[in-house]
């Protein structure tokens, strides 16, 4: 545990009693239903694998399925999960944080108040994005925890009252929406465990970032205050403006040195990477499986595009969530004009190494990293 004079700087238990306390309540369904529901899940899973592998033609190097397991999960689950994750990526930050403030005065007394803090504060993000959440590759979480990653370096989450909620809200059939979901999280699945690499690289880039944080507490303390200020209405300078143009910028954005924007174009181009080749591989084996892909995929979109109420959209702005959505789209459209470009097999020499996946500038003009990659690889 990271600690500051003996209290921990993140009470994690707190936050996962928080948000498991404030977390919406699911759909309303019957225990029979429930249990049909998470086994069909686990058979469309399970199906999902030889769907993707034929389609991605990417093989698991030195993992198999069963050594990254498929779990069915409720919503106090998925935080149950993403708490691990959180600890084991924030581990070394929160070190640096202790070291800085231990020795203070009063460093005993703000580790244990700011830990209580956090700790809430973690749970009620959770709270919020657990209900908004189908599915995840869950890539960090630490060994030998409840709910932990085993050998094969992560597990699949499938989060099932939230895929029950949105294929009623979208008026779909239930049967192939749970299907075209698991075609999604299976892809992330069969990218880690297909690219051995992969998840090294991701973390170590993740590290960079944290580890180029500013660690003063007081200094992200007044960050914060002023991202919260921007949604309440709060004064800003004057054409102050979001990467996407829009007023507003993340906590993210609001946390960056130099050094974390160029770590943060990386992440931005590898994440639009395999969030756009993840849905482009639900909506390329589609056609073959999931007989209403098209009625599902029309009924998402715009599910994605009317947005939400106004407070919705403040906190998915602050926590970047805008930002996610458009790495679904970007990075399809790259991966989709690759694969039209130089095939499967051409595409898939972006898995090749950390040298030759796309830039953020490339995910844009997928015809560069073409160039790039091809021009170097085919001399």
Do not use: C
Request: aromatic residues 6%; proline residues 4%.
């Amino acid at each position: 545990m990271t600690r500051i004079g003996g209290a921990e700087m993140v009470d994690w238990n707190l936050a996962v009693a928080t948000a498991t306390r404030f977390v919406r309540p699911g759909p309303e369904i019957s225990r029979e239903e429930a249990r049909a529901v998470v086994a069909e899940l686990r058979r469309h899973a399970k199906a999902s694998e030889e769907h993707v592998r034929s389609y991605t033609r990417m093989i698991p190097e030195g993992h198999e399925p069963e050594d990254t397991p498929v779990l069915v999960v409720d919503r106090a689950g998925w935080i149950r999960a993403n708490v691990e994750g959180f600890r084991a990526l924030l581990g070394p930050l929160l070190g640096k944080m202790r070291d800085r403030r231990g020795n203070g005065p009063g460093g005993a007394v703000l580790g244990a108040v700011g830990g209580k803090v956090t700790g809430v504060e973690l749970g009620m993000l959770l709270s919020f994005l657990s209900s908004r959440v189908l599915g995840q590759y869950e890539t960090f979480a630490s060994a030998g925890r409840d709910l932990a990653a085993s050998a094969g370096g992560g597990k699949l989450l499938l989060v099932a009252p939230n895929i029950v909620h949105v294929e009623r809200e979208l008026d779909v059939d239930p049967h192939d929406f749970r299907l075209w979901v698991a075609l999604h999280e299976e892809t992330h699945r069969t990218q880690f465990t297909g690219v051995p690499w992969l998840r090294d690289h991701l973390q170590g880039e993740i590290q960079s970032f944290l580890d180029e944080t500013d660690v003063d507490p007081m200094t992200l303390l007044e960050r914060l205050r002023e991202a919260a200020q921007t949604f309440a209405g709060g004064s800003r300078p004057e054409g102050e403006r979001g990467e996407d143009g829009e007023g507003g910028r993340s906590i993210v954005e609001l946390v960056q040195t130099p050094a974390q924007r160029e770590v943060l174009g990386r992440l931005t181009a590898v994440m639009s990477l395999l969030e756009g080749h993840a849905d482009f591989v639900m909506d390329g084996v589609g056609p073959e499986v999931v007989g209403s892909v098209a009625e599902i995929r029309e009924k998402f979109q715009q599910r994605r595009a009317r947005g939400a109420s106004r407070l919705d959209l403040a906190l998915r702005k602050l926590l970047g969530l805008d930002a996610k959505l458009r790495q679904y789209r970007d990075g399809e459209k790259f991966v989709r004009a690759v694969v039209e470009e130089v095939g499967m097999d051409g595409f898939n020499r972006v898995w090749t190494s950390p040298n030759t996946l796309p830039t953020k500038a490339e995910i844009a003009a997928p015809a560069d990293w073409v160039a790039r990659v091809h021009r170097t690889t085919d001399q």
